[in-house]
């Protein structure tokens, strides 16, 4: 009986490298310095994103500001006055067709026009393996040991993780 009581419990798993406290391989790099290359991952991801970001937006926002650049040319006292003249309602015209090609559809005047935009964006190809090398690299400058792209990697999901972790405990304190 003793010994189908053992066999129906799992067996506690062991840590790579023995049994007793400290046996193993050393990690290279303290859980502070993994967390630390994770967060320069994260930040350098972040400013390629926010630059992704401003490029979409100019993008969709180019032709609309070329047109609006026409009115801030005209002097504020002849504003009025550039309204009223045939210039005036060719600029209106081309900032709603403008307007409208922003938001993606024609608009009926009796419905509101949205208030929003959405604008998707995607990292530039190889951004990834871009942020790999370049974090690998200053850390071992940085540091004297070098750590491979993939010990990067590790690291990072480790941060990203840990990221949606808080957000998911932020969110649920949030509904209580």
Not at 101 to 117: E, Q
Request: glycine share 6%.
């Amino acid at each position: 009986m003793d010994d189908e009581a053992a066999d129906e419990q799992p067996r506690p798993r062991v840590k790579h490298g023995g049994a007793r406290e400290g046996a193993g391989r050393p990690r290279k790099l303290s859980e502070f310095e993994r967390f630390e290359v994770g967060a320069a991952c994260e930040a350098a991801y972040m400013d390629i994103m926010e630059q992704a970001k401003n490029t979409a937006i100019e993008n969709v926002l180019s032709d609309y500001l070329e047109v609006q650049a026409r009115a801030v040319r005209v002097p504020v006292q002849d504003r009025r006055k550039f309204l009223r003249s045939e210039d005036g309602r060719q600029y209106r015209a081309d900032i709603k067709e403008e307007v409208r090609a922003i938001v993606g559809f024609g608009f009926d005047r009796r419905l509101n026009p949205p208030r929003g935009v959405h604008v998707t964006f995607k990292p530039p190809p190889g951004t990834m393996r871009q942020i790999l090398g370049a974090v690998s690299s200053d850390w071992s400058l940085r540091t004297g040991r070098i750590i491979s792209e993939s010990t990067v990697r590790d690291c990072w999901k480790e941060v990203r993780n840990l990221r949606d972790e808080l957000m998911r405990e932020s969110q649920e304190s949030a509904k209580t």
